[in-house]
């Protein structure tokens, strides 16, 4: 069996046509995931978002002129892990092992007179965690995943802080998003067997990262947009649309420890954060002939209200811009 990486494999199933009957809804594509064994599979992860809060209207400068009252920021992750299959079981679960081989954060210049201070994302860097996997990209087994989560969630508070726990800026939850949702868009079909038609739709969950702790959840609709012909092979495309979600499932990861915490920063300040808006498409390439993932690219903005201990005319409000993308490495 072909062996299928990150997102999907897919085998095309020509079905006998009756008279009147259409080709592309006859052509239907079944999504599954394989592999071969001890081939090792490498992947490069970028997760990079915008940040600017609006504290409120224009202020006006010694010289007069007008200034808006906006903080602007920026960060972003790059990453690259390997996947490596230990066991292989096409009917049933794959053990799966996963390196993070590399890990570098960037992000705008602290104002802090405290100074720089160490990214905990990076403490990914030379980790390893297996899971297992069935042929839908179902995983069953986090358990490995989960606890080194937690592990370097731990190492985001600031040790023997006299004003309690401060945790400083963070990217885990980056690394939840691309780790832990690697196979949504086949898991997510609700009748795998039968395979998807070109111009299906089928809807799931995704996290949102995010420079706060918020668990937040986008509802996701894939469709599958077209097949290309290229000189690499036949590639599906899947295009995917964002929206806002009402709920966030429980079974998600929680990288911090329980109990009361405070964040250190600008998000230190503000709080009790409403949802305005969240709105994004993604577009991702599969290659049917190699059975592998070539690349995904995800795009979404979100705006949220937020409040502040001290009053104010206006509530900030801040706006996120976030881009997930993913590379297969030659």
């Given at each position: 069996?072909?062996?299928?990486?990150?997102?999907?494999?897919?085998?095309i199933?020509?079905?006998?046509?009756?008279?009147?009957c259409?080709?592309?809804?006859?052509e239907?594509?079944?999504?599954t995931?394989?592999f071969?064994?001890a081939?090792?599979l490498?992947?490069?992860?970028?997760?990079?978002?915008?940040?600017?809060?609006?504290w409120?209207p224009?202020?006006?400068?010694?010289?007069?002129?007008?200034?808006?009252?906006?903080?602007?920021?920026?960060?972003?992750?790059?990453?690259?892990v390997?996947?490596?299959?230990?066991e292989?079981?096409?009917?049933g679960?794959?053990?799966i092992?996963?390196?993070c081989?590399k890990?570098?954060v960037k992000?705008?210049?602290r104002?802090?007179?405290?100074g720089?201070?160490?990214?905990?994302?990076?403490?990914?860097?030379?980790?390893s965690?297996?899971?297992?996997?069935?042929?839908?990209?179902?995983?069953?087994?986090?358990?490995?995943?989960d606890?080194?989560?937690r592990?370097i969630?731990?190492?985001a508070?600031?040790p023997?802080s006299r004003?309690?726990?401060?945790?400083?800026?963070?990217?885990?939850?980056?690394?939840?998003?691309?780790?832990y949702?690697l196979w949504?868009?086949v898991?997510?079909?609700k009748?795998?067997?039968?395979?998807?038609?070109?111009?299906q739709s089928?809807?799931?969950?995704l996290?949102?990262?995010?420079?706060?702790?918020?668990?937040?959840?986008?509802?996701?609709?894939?469709?599958?947009?077209?097949i290309?012909?290229t000189?690499?092979?036949r590639v599906?495309?899947?295009?995917?649309?964002?929206?806002?979600?009402?709920?966030?499932?429980?079974?998600?990861?929680?990288p911090?420890?329980?109990?009361?915490?405070?964040?250190?920063?600008v998000?230190g300040?503000?709080?009790?954060?409403r949802?305005?808006?969240?709105?994004?498409?993604?577009?991702?390439?599969?290659?049917?002939?190699?059975?592998?993932?070539?690349?995904?690219?995800?795009?979404?903005?979100?705006?949220l209200?937020?409040s502040?201990q001290?009053?104010?005319?206006?509530?900030?409000?801040?706006?996120?811009k976030?881009?997930?993308?993913?590379?297969?490495?030659?």
């Open positions: 069996m072909r062996t299928a990486w990150v997102v999907f494999a897919a085998t199933i020509v079905l006998p046509l009756m008279p009147g259409n080709n592309a809804a006859a239907r594509q079944l999504l995931v394989d071969h064994q081939e090792v490498r992947y490069r992860f970028v997760s990079s978002r915008d940040i600017e809060v609006n409120g224009p202020r006006r400068s010694r010289s007069g002129k007008l200034r808006d009252k906006i903080d602007k920021s920026f960060e972003s992750m790059d990453m690259v390997a996947y490596t299959p230990l292989v079981d096409p009917y679960l794959s053990t092992k996963a390196t081989e890990v570098k992000r705008s210049p104002k802090s007179r405290r720089p201070v160490t990214e905990p994302a990076e403490a990914f860097s030379g980790k965690f297996t899971f297992t996997v069935d042929a839908r990209g179902k995983i069953y087994d986090y358990s490995q995943l606890q080194l989560i592990q969630g731990a190492k508070f600031r023997n004003t309690g726990r401060v945790k400083d800026p963070d990217m885990i939850s980056d690394f939840i998003a691309t780790q949702f949504d868009s898991s997510s079909i009748q795998a067997a039968e395979g998807v038609a070109t111009g089928w809807t799931s969950k996290s949102v990262p995010n420079p706060m702790v918020l668990r937040k959840a986008r509802d996701v609709t894939y469709t599958l947009d077209e290309r012909d000189q690499k092979g599906a495309v899947i295009r995917s649309s964002y929206s806002p979600s009402e709920s966030v499932p429980k079974s998600w990861p929680n911090y420890p329980a109990g009361t915490l405070r964040l250190s920063g998000f300040f503000l709080g009790r954060y949802l305005l808006s969240l709105q994004g498409k993604a577009e991702e390439l599969f290659n049917i002939d190699t059975g592998q993932t070539q690349q995904l690219n995800q795009q979404y903005q979100m705006q209200e937020a502040l001290l009053p104010m005319a206006k509530k900030p409000v801040v706006t996120i976030q881009n997930l993308q993913m590379q297969l490495l030659e």
